[in-house]
């Protein structure tokens, strides 16, 4: 026999949908929008050393921040 939600059950049916949801979007969209410095202390701690004039290929242009005005 299929159990049908009603009532209060389907709403903390639908409440722990979208908080599950949410939870695991927090840290894949939210906290990075959030603490873009973290991102960018890593940034720089990853690129530190590298030449980019040594690696880069022929008439490409060289990085550039992700994170500063385009």
Known sequence: MPVI???W???????TLVGAIGITMYPIFIEPVLNVDKYKQIQARNREGVIQ???QPGNMKVWS??????
């Open 5 to 7: 939600l009603s009532g």
């Open 53 to 55: 004039d040594a690696i």
């Open 65 to 70: 921040d992700p994170f500063g005005k385009k």
């Open 9 to 15: 059950k389907y709403v903390a049916f639908i409440g």
